[in-house]
């Protein structure tokens, strides 16, 4: 690994000449992913565009709708290393047959998987090394294929290095394979600590009544809507704000009441405007399969903004931020919670504790620790 790093910086001049036409092109490393590039800001992107500081890197989605009078797929150029594909064809396995169209490369010298339903492209494709980041257990989520619990025992078996968003996941695959590392979630902390500057409340939320307890983030079926819906009826006085897409999910399976307001996406870069309005952030998850091994990201994002942060109780959360988030289980706790946290005191003592958890964690150390296994693992 450590020689294909000096050898992608190496020829990095000699790349900056080549054209981004329809040629195909030499990539260290193909990335595969359920979440596509230009949705919501997450893992991925966060360690992938670290990745691709040092590799030239091919992001390949999930296919887009087929249309057999396109092109075979939509490349887009992030910069100079980092290409995200978006293939026009009518399944995963159909990837295999327009991989020719963009990589001139036999051999490959990284496969990095954020998705076993991938797995079907190993047997067309070289690589050097294949590493499974693995950041949900996709099979227990909503439409999950049956297929998939099979797929990533297969994917897991062609796997060297295998990599879990969080130690409830690791728990689970280290039983499943020998060279399993833990790297929960981490946080870009300048980016959110933006929220306690002087930056600019957007239009839409500084119309919402405050005070405002706020959520952002994918709404979809792991979020505890009844939970929502019932808070909200008890506290008319207090404005929800959910931001995000929504995901296998309806409109009309939304709670409607006038003090929930339902923001729509978000650019990443707009985050830390919208956190600054909220009193309160919430992580109103529903304590079921589809939530068993999640990490949520968010949880330090909302410490990095200084915000006051009620969750349902998460494995994870309740395991690494008991003392500084307030653990609900009831409509009667979260009510009671918001009560408590907007009377803000012992707010020196959460700001506290906040500062000792993100001095432990940032995204670029956590690509760096990555890389070191790499290097020490790779073939």
């Known amino acids: 690994m450590i020689n294909n790093v000096k050898n992608a910086q190496k020829n990095k001049l000699n790349r900056k000449k080549r054209s981004y036409g329809n040629a195909p092109q030499h990539y260290d490393m193909i990335v595969f992913s359920h979440l596509r590039w230009q949705y919501v800001y997450h893992r991925p992107q966060h360690i992938i565009s670290r ?13 887009v709708p ?3 009078n396109k092109k075979s797929g939509n490349l887009i150029i992030v910069d100079e290393i980092l290409h995200v594909l978006q293939p026009n064809v009518r399944d995963i396995q159909s990837i295999a047959t327009i991989i020719p169209n963009y990589v001139n490369n036999n ?6 998987f954020y998705s076993a339903a991938f797995c079907p492209l190993l047997e067309h494709i070289n690589f050097e090394n294949i590493i499974y980041d693995c950041i949900d257990e996709l099979s227990l989520l909503k ?3 049956a297929q998939l619990v099979h797929q990533e025992k297969y994917l897991m078996a062609q796997a060297n290095i ?5 130690k409830s996941l690791y728990e689970s695959k280290k039983q499943l394979h020998k060279n399993v590392h833990c790297f929960p979630n981490s946080v870009d902390e300048f980016h959110f600590s933006k929220a306690l500057n002087g930056i600019a409340i957007p239009d839409d939320i500084a119309a919402v009544k405050s005070p405002i307890v706020g959520y952002y983030g994918v709404i979809d079926e792991r979020i505890d809507l009844p939970l929502l819906h019932e808070v909200a009826k008890r506290m008319p006085d207090v404005s929800f704000v959910m931001i995000g897409p929504l995901a296998k999910i309806e409109e009309a399976d939304l709670p409607k009441e006038s003090n929930i307001h339902y923001l729509g996406m978000k650019f990443y870069n707009e985050l830390p405007n919208y956190l600054k309005a909220f ?3 919430m992580m109103p998850f529903a304590l079921k399969d589809a939530t068993k091994y999640s990490s949520p990201t968010k949880t330090l ?4 903004a200084a915000k006051p942060i009620i969750s349902t109780k998460i494995k994870d959360v309740v395991r690494d931020y008991s003392i500084c988030v307030s653990l609900i289980d009831t409509a009667d706790d979260f009510c009671e919670a918001i009560s408590f946290l907007l009377e803000k005191r012992d707010r020196l003592s959460m700001e506290m504790e906040y500062y000792k958890i993100l001095q432990e ?3 670029d150390a956590t690509a760096y620790k990555m890389e070191l296994v790499i290097k020490a693992y790779a073939k």
């Open 107 to 112: 051999t490959v010298s990284f496969g990095w």
């Open 301 to 304: 994002e909302y410490m990095a």
């Open 143 to 145: 439409d999950a294929s």
């Open 361 to 363: 964690t940032s995204w």
């Open 279 to 281: 009193d309160i952030a």
């Open 66 to 68: 087929y249309d057999e």
């Open 51 to 63: 990745m691709a500081k040092k590799l030239k890197v091919l992001f390949i989605e999930e296919p």
């Open 162 to 166: 295998v990599f879990t968003g969080g």
